[in-house]
């Protein structure tokens, strides 16, 4: 009976400690994990606001496929909630509701565990470059409950891989949503650009690649005979503005910057096949894309998109300079630049000077 006194008192002593360590420690535990997503933050947040695809990168999804998940309130946003029941212990049972949701920033959700009590997650987004930094945050209050306190300090070894694992998912997931480069290198800057002589030929074109191939070549070869008559050099790349692009087929001016013009030879760039411009001169965005002819149209839409994001309004027909020699060069290493017109933001239009 002794002996039995002693250990209970022994153990009495260990609880007794125990209880005395636990009301020292933290009433709370903060777990949270980051990641930098090659996605912008409004790509990023219509995969986290919408708990309809928070299995595509939950890292308990895959503990359990066979988990049971019911949906409710509205589709996305604040009041949405599901409600999971497994009986695989990892997963457990519980629910998750929006409870604030803030667009292109955080989405804030409480976590509802039944009987092993509740929490609150928040995912945050912050711009980082051209992409995201995401950081998914979990927070809970253990109050008075000495257990959960103990449980609190092995809180971020037991929740900080999973949600390592889910932020790699959603990575995965945000990055294969991207939309394609519009080609394999394409810089847009603005420009102010001066008048330059060209000797050019009017043209149309069906839309396809080797139609068109063929007619530029055809009317350069008609440029470059009148260049030879006329005692005319080259001061540039090969261009080729752009009247129409439909439907119907493609109609184009095809020139050659020049120097060395004399009376005789504007006179002769006035009855012929061959007529004597000038380019635009004035304010201009300038693309260069790098890569096949193919994806030109991608280019243009490029700067259709800068110019719509810029606030500039068109001031004239958008044209391509070949600065790559065609025979030569693979078509994957081929540069062309793009202009397309436009009117300075902050100035008066500039002067349009296409040849015609």
Excluded at 64 to 89: C, F, I, L, M, Q
Excluded at 149 to 168: I, T
Excluded at 295 to 319: C, H, I, Q
């Amino acid at each position: 009976m002794k002996v039995l006194k002693l250990v209970l008192v022994a153990v009495a002593a260990v609880v007794l400690l125990l209880v005395l360590l636990g009301l020292f420690l933290p009433s709370s535990a903060h777990v949270e994990r980051s990641v930098s997503i090659t996605a912008p933050p409004a790509q990023v947040y219509e995969i986290v606001n919408d708990l309809h695809r928070f299995n595509d990168w939950s890292p308990w999804f895959e503990k359990d496929p066979r988990a049971r998940y019911t949906y409710g309130g509205p589709e996305n946003g604040v009041g949405s909630k599901v409600e999971w029941s497994s009986t695989v212990s990892s997963v457990g049972t519980g629910s998750q509701e929006i409870v604030e949701s803030v667009p292109n920033q955080r989405v804030r959700t409480k976590l509802d565990f039944g009987g092993s009590g509740d929490a609150q997650a928040e995912v945050l987004i912050a711009p980082d470059g051209a992409g995201s930094r995401v950081t998914w945050a979990l927070d809970t209050k253990f109050g008075r409950n000495l257990i959960g306190r103990y449980f609190g300090l092995a809180m971020d070894s037991m929740v900080g891989p999973d949600y390592e694992q889910g932020l790699g998912k959603l990575k995965a997931l945000a990055e294969a949503a991207l939309p394609p480069p519009a080609a394999e290198a394409f810089d847009i800057t603005e420009v102010d650009l001066q008048p330059r002589d060209i000797a050019y030929v009017e043209g149309t074109s069906s839309l396809d690649p080797a139609a068109i191939a063929n007619a530029l070549a055809a009317a350069y070869a008609q440029i470059d005979a009148f260049m030879h008559v006329n005692a005319l050099t080259q001061k540039g790349a090969p261009l080729a503005i752009n009247r129409f692009y439909d439907e119907s087929g493609w109609g184009f001016q095809a020139g050659i910057p020049i120097a060395g013009l004399t009376d005789k030879s504007r006179g002769a760039g006035t009855t012929g096949i061959v007529k004597l411009g000038h380019t635009y001169a004035g304010h201009a965005l300038k693309g260069v894309h790098i890569g096949d002819n193919s994806t030109l149209p991608d280019a243009y839409r490029a700067l259709e998109d800068y110019m719509v994001a810029k606030g500039l309004d068109s001031n004239g027909s958008s044209w391509e300079e070949y600065a790559s020699d065609p025979v030569t060069t693979p078509p994957e290493k081929r540069q062309t630049e793009v202009f397309m017109p436009v009117k300075p933001a902050t100035a008066a239009p500039a002067s349009a000077g296409a040849a015609h």
